[in-house]
C-alpha cells in the first residue's frame, strides 16, 4: 500500500539568520506539548549538536516534561524506522551506517566494475544526491548500461555488509514508510517541527513530514543553505513545501534579534550579488554589540590572540558555554582547545572529520581502525561489515576480488564466510587471505570474551598487534569509553560508531570549538571565526584558474557566501574575526593556503597569507 499524505494543519517559517525562527519552533513544540503531551511533538533538528541546543531551549520552558519530547536529527530518526524486523527484512539492511573507513572497503569492491576511480566518484556523487532527493520515486532514472550497472552493484555490496551509506538513509526510510501502515503508525507524532530544513536533504524533509499526523511547521531560510550534516541539503524543500501545503500558515519574521553590529556584518554579507538582493536589519531594541579584528603575525600567534580574547570576555562575565570559536579544520580545531585551556577555559571541539585515519591496505598504518573493526566482531559475531572489513586489512586491494566472487554466490555474507570455513568457497584471488583472517577473527572473539571496558579494548589491542602494542589507540578508548563504564563490547562498539556518524559535543560548560559549517543551532554570546584567511575559505583551488573554471568559481564563490552569512549571524553580542600573516612554505602547503608571496626571512621561506577574501565584505569597507 503506498502513502498518500493526509492534509495536515502546516506552518512555514521563513527569514534570515537570527531573527527568531528557532525561538518560534520551540514556543510551538512547548505549546503543543503542554496541550496534548510531550510524547505527541517531535522536533527535527539539522545535527545532532543543534538538536542538543534545542533540547535545552525546550527545557527552559518546559522543564523535565521537555525529556519526553522527541528532539532528533532526520538520520537518527531514519535508523530508528529502518531498526524493525519488517525493515530490516524489506531493505536487506541494518540500521547501521558505514564509517568513514568501512566506506572506503565499499569503494574497493565497487571498483571490480573496472570503472576509472574519477569516473566511478562522479557516478557514486550522482547517485547519492539522486538518492537524497528522491529521483528512484521514478523508476526510469537511471540510463541502462554503465550508470545502471554500477548502481546495482551499489546497492549489492551494501546489501552484502547489511549497511546503510549516509545519503541513503532518510531515502530507505521515506520508501519504508510510505510502503508500511504499521511503520506509519509506529513512528508517528500528532505535531512535528523541522528546524534549519535549509541545511536537510529533500528525502529528510520528507521524512519528518511522514512523521506528522496532525501539523507540521518547517522553518528555514534559504541563503543559509550549507552542507552540515546531511551531504545534500535541500534549499528548494522549503519552495516546495509551500506548493505541498498550498494552505500553509506564513509567518514571515524581518527583524535580525542578536546585536546590531552582527546584523551589519549578516547584512554586508547578504549585500553580495550571489543573494539577490535580499535583506536583513536589525530589531529597534538591539543591543549594540562589537565586532572586533584579530589580526597576528604567525598561526601560533593567532591561537594566543584569540584565547587571549575570550579570556578577556570570561573576565567580563560571559560563561565559557556562550562562547564559541568556528574553525577551518581539525588541525585549528586542537591548537585553539590547547590555547584556551592554557588560559583555563574549559574547550571541546566538534571534530570536521571523523577521527579514525590510516592506511586499511598496510596493517600497521591502520591499528585504531582494526581494532574498532574487531570490537564490532567481538559485540556481534555475524556483524558483516565488520567481517568485510576485517578480512580485507591489510591487501593492497583490500581483497575485493574475493569478495566479489563471495557475492555472486548469492548468500548472505555470513553464509559465504561460513562456506570459506568448510573449505567450500569458490576459488579467487585473495580467498585464502580471506580464509585465514576469518580464522584469526574467530579466534580474537573467542579469547576476548567475557572481557569488558578499557580491559576489553586493551586485550583486543594485543591480540591484533600480535602484541607488539598492549594498550588500546587513544583515539580507540575515546570512541568507545565513557566515563567510569566498564562497558561490554556491544555498548562500545554502539557508542564509537554514534560518536563516529552523528558528533556533538557533551561537555555543556564549554568553549565550544565547532567547524565552521556545525555552528548551526548555536547562539553563542561571543563568537570567533579563526583562521579566517584566503584558501581556508575561499579554499585555495578557488584562486587557481587553471583548476578551477570561471562557473565553477562563482557556485564556490556563492556557497561561501552562504557558510560565511550563516556563520557571522550566529554571534548573539560579539563576533571577532581572526587572522594571520604568515606561515613557513612547508605548512602553507600542507594547509593548502593561498600563498601570496615568498619571502626568506631568518632563513626560512616564509609566506605572506592575506586575510579571507569576506573579511572586508563583512566589516564594511570599500
Ligand atoms: N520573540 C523574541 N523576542 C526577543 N528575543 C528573541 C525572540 N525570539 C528569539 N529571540 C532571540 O533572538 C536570538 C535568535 O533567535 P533564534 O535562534 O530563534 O533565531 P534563528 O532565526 O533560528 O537563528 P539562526 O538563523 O541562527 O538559526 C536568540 O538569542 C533568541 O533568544
Not at 300 to 311: K, S, Y
Not at 454 to 480: H, K, N, Q, Y
Request: with cysteine; charged share 25%; proline share 4%.
Amino acid at each position: 500500500m503506498t502513502y498518500e499524505p493526509t492534509a495536515l494543519e502546516a506552518v512555514r517559517i521563513v527569514g534570515g539568520v537570527g531573527t527568531g525562527k528557532t525561538e518560534r519552533l520551540v514556543e510551538r513544540a512547548a505549546d503543543l506539548a503542554l496541550a496534548d503531551g510531550p510524547r505527541s511533538v517531535a522536533a527535527f533538528c539539522a545535527t545532532p549538536l543543534a538538536a542538543r541546543a534545542f533540547a535545552a531551549r525546550l527545557r527552559e520552558r518546559l522543564g523535565d516534561a521537555a525529556d519526553d519530547v522527541l528532539v532528533t536529527t532526520p538520520r537518527a530518526f531514519a535508523l530508528e524506522v529502518l531498526d524493525d524486523n519488517e525493515a530490516r527484512a524489506s531493505t536487506g539492511r541494518d540500521p547501521r551506517l558505514l564509517t568513514a573507513v568501512e566506506e572506503k572497503f565499499l569503494l574497493e569492491d565497487l571498483k571490480v566494475s573496472g570503472i576509472r576511480p574519477k569516473r566511478l566518484r562522479e557516478m557514486l556523487k550522482f547517485f547519492y544526491r539522486s538518492w537524497t532527493e528522491l529521483a528512484d520515486d521514478d523508476p526510469d532514472w537511471l540510463l541502462p548500461g554503465e550508470e545502471a550497472e554500477l548502481h546495482a552493484l551499489l546497492k549489492e555490496s551494501l546489501g552484502f555488509m547489511r549497511a546503510v551509506i549516509e545519503p541513503e538513509a532518510a531515502n530507505l526510510a521515506v520508501n519504508h514508510l510510505r510502503e508500511s501502515e504499521a511503520a506509519r503508525s509506529a513512528h508517528r507524532f500528532a505535531h512535528v517541527v523541522v528546524d534549519d530544513a535549509h541545511c536537510l536533504s529533500r528525502a529528510s524533509q520528507l521524512l519528518a513530514e511522514l512523521a506528522a499526523s496532525t501539523s507540521i511547521a518547517m522553518a528555514g531560510d534559504a541563503d543559509a543553505c550549507v552542507r552540515a550534516f546531511d551531504s545534500y541539503p535541500y534549499a528548494a524543500g522549503l519552495d516546495e513545501f509551500a506548493e505541498r501545503h498550498p494552505k500553509a500558515r506564513l509567518v514571515q519574521l524581518d527583524a535580525y534579534l542578536r546585536s546590531k553590529v552582527t546584523a551589519r556584518a549578516a547584512e554586508n554579507v547578504l549585500a553580495d550579488p550571489a543573494f539577490e538582493g535580499h535583506a536583513l536589519a536589525a530589531s529597534d531594541g538591539a543591543e549594540e554589540g562589537a565586532l572586533a579584528v584579530l589580526a597576528s603575525d604567525d598561526p601560533a600567534d593567532e591561537f594566543e590572540r584569540a584565547a587571549a580574547h575570550l579570556a578577556d570576555a570570561a573576565r567580563a562575565g560571559v560563561p565559557a558555554s556562550h562562547m564559541a570559536v568556528a574553525v577551518p579544520n581539525d588541525v585549528w580545531a586542537r591548537n585553539m582547545v590547547a590555547a584556551l585551556e592554557a588560559r583555563g577555559l574549559r574547550a571541546e571541539a566538534l571534530p570536521a572529520r571523523q577521527p579514525l585515519g590510516g592506511d586499511a591496505r598496510i596493517l600497521e598504518r591502520c591499528l585504531p581502525a582494526r581494532v574498532l573493526t574487531a570490537l564490532n566482531l567481538v559485540a556481534d559475531p555475524n556483524d558483516a561489515t565488520a567481517w568485510r572489513c576485517w578480512c580485507g586489512f591489510g591487501d593492497h586491494l583490500l581483497n575485493s576480488a574475493a569478495f566479489a566472487s563471495l557475492r555472486k554466490q548469492g548468500l548472505s555474507l555470513a553464509e559465504a564466510l561460513a562456506a570459506v570455513d568448510s573449505g567450500a568457497a569458490p576459488h579467487a584471488v585473495g580467498m585464502q587471505r580471506v580464509a585465514d583472517a576469518r580464522r584469526e577473527g574467530l579466534e580474537l572473539a573467542a579469547r576476548a570474551d567475557g572481557l569488558s571496558g578499557r580491559s576489553l579494548l586493551d586485550e583486543i589491542t594485543r591480540l591484533v598487534s600480535d602484541g607488539a602494542e598492549t594498550s588500546a589507540p587513544s583515539v580507540v578508548a575515546r570512541l568507545c569509553l565513557a566515563d567510569g563504564e566498564a562497558d561490554d563490547a556491544a555498548s562500545m562498539a554502539r557508542r564509537a560508531r554514534e560518536r563516529l556518524t552523528m558528533p556533538t559535543l557533551s561537555d555543556g560548560d564549554a568553549v565550544a570549538v565547532v567547524p565552521y559549517d556545525l555552528a548551526v543551532g548555536l547562539s553563542p554570546d561571543t563568537l570567533v571565526i579563526a583562521g579566517f584567511v584566503n584558501g581556508f575559505i575561499p579554499c585555495r583551488d578557488y584562486f587557481d584558474t587553471t583548476v578551477t573554471t570561471l562557473d565553477k568559481q562563482e557556485k564556490m564563490h556563492a556557497a561561501d557566501a552562504r557558510r560565511i552569512y550563516a556563520l557571522v549571524g550566529k554571534a548573539e553580542r560579539v563576533l571577532a574575526l581572526s587572522h594571520f600573516a604568515s606561515t613557513d612554505l612547508e605548512t602553507a602547503g600542507a594547509l593548502k593556503l593561498k600563498i601570496d608571496r615568498i619571502r626568506l626571512r631568518d632563513g626560512v621561506r616564509t609566506c605572506s597569507i592575506a586575510p579571507s577574501d569576506f573579511l572586508t565584505a563583512i566589516v564594511g569597507e570599500a
